[in-house]
């Protein structure tokens, strides 16, 4: 069971679009992790959201491309400053679910996961970017499996 996180892609500023969908940077940089993610042959079996336009722009991107079976489910609980300890709980073993939300809520529930401290911040997630984080088998605690992110400078 793994869980892929994923910080939306690059949007518009609220004066050029109120609810800030994404740009089309943002959507070309989606595009391409999300190519790269099938090319590994990611097996992401659900993909939820947050209510917000860029999130749900994002996730459309990813499923599309990835090709899951589900439909994409916008959810409560993963808003910028939401409690990520409640939204852990959610988190269960049965299947590779990629959520797809905002800073800070994505670093701090990575944190968590980890550390079970949203401090210090132990991976900077980038827009469009996905972190994959796994149980470790022989101590059962989250692990951060692998990254792919739009820039590696």
């Given at each position: 069971?793994?869980?892929?996180?994923v910080q939306h892609g690059k949007c518009l500023p609220k004066d050029k679009d109120p609810e800030q969908g994404l740009s089309e940077e943002g959507i070309?940089?989606?595009?391409?992790?999300?190519?790269?993610?099938?090319?590994?042959?990611?097996?992401?079996?659900?993909?939820?959201?947050?209510?917000?336009?860029?999130?749900?722009?994002?996730?459309?991107?990813?499923?599309?491309?990835?090709?899951?079976?589900?439909e994409v489910r916008k959810i409560e609980g993963i808003k910028p400053l939401d409690d990520v300890a409640d939204?852990?709980?959610?988190?269960?073993n049965k299947d590779n679910r990629m959520v797809i939300?905002?800073?800070?809520?994505?670093?701090?529930?990575?944190s968590f996961l980890i550390l079970d401290s949203t401090e210090p911040a132990v991976f900077k997630v980038q827009n469009g970017?996905?972190?994959?984080?796994?149980?470790?088998?022989?101590?059962?605690?989250?692990?951060?499996?692998?990254?792919?992110?739009p820039d590696i400078r």
């Open positions: 069971m793994a869980v892929y996180l070309a940089e989606v595009m391409r992790i999300a190519k790269v993610a099938k090319g590994y042959d990611i097996p992401v079996q659900s993909v939820v959201c947050s209510m917000k336009k860029r999130a749900w722009q994002t996730a459309e991107i990813f499923a599309s491309i990835l090709a899951t079976e589900t939204f852990a709980k959610t988190i269960k939300g905002h800073l800070p809520f994505m670093q701090r529930l990575i970017g996905i972190v994959c984080l796994d149980r470790d088998p022989d101590t059962d605690r989250w692990i951060i499996r692998w990254a792919i992110m």
